[in-house]
């Protein structure tokens, strides 16, 4: 196997947010291969494929928070209907017995105006987290669980 020869070589960071997340580095065997109108075009190729990793990063953050809820990680009511849609519909022709359990938080306007928001998200987060500890059940999925609070 014969050793390539690099005499030119270019490093180009990759940043999303004001942070380097990557590099884009190239090589090649000929001397003075990445003059300026290269490196203008290169430059312009790692910033686009920064903006691309930009956008990928916010779209999956975006179709996360269209079916979860940021704060307690479980289903929103969009995810939870279709859940329980699917639920029900594959469970009554396998003659399975489902639960729907769902957790209200009384007089939580006045826990959040008492104690603050920061209070009241953590008494959401509890009752979040044990019921997906505890709902460890074979074919059950993380999503069906949903905790809602009312004013």
């Known amino acids: ?6 005499n030119s070589l270019v490093f180009l960071p990759l940043i999303v947010e004001n942070e380097g997340i990557g590099v884009l580095a190239l090589y090649a065997s000929e001397t003075g291969f990445f003059d300026d109108e290269e490196m ?6 790692a910033s686009d494929i920064s903006y ?11 179709n996360y928070l269209a079916y979860y809820d940021a704060l307690t990680g479980l289903a929103n009511a969009t995810l939870f ?8 519909h594959d469970a009554g022709p396998a003659r399975r017995k489902l639960a729907v359990m769902l957790v209200d938080v009384d007089r939580f306007k006045a826990i959040n105006d008492s ?4 209070v009241g998200d953590e008494i959401l987060r509890k009752p979040a987290s044990a019921s997906c500890a505890s709902a460890e059940i074979p074919g059950a999925s993380r999503a069906s ?3 809602t609070s009312q004013s």
């Open 1 to 6: 196997m014969q050793r390539a020869r690099i």
């Open 40 to 45: 203008k075009l290169l430059l312009e190729l």
């Open 52 to 62: 691309a990793l930009d956008h990928i990063t916010k779209e999956e953050k975006l």
């Open 81 to 88: 209907r279709d859940r329980v849609d699917q639920h029900v």
């Open 115 to 118: 104690l603050g928001r920061h």
């Open 145 to 147: 669980a949903r905790t």
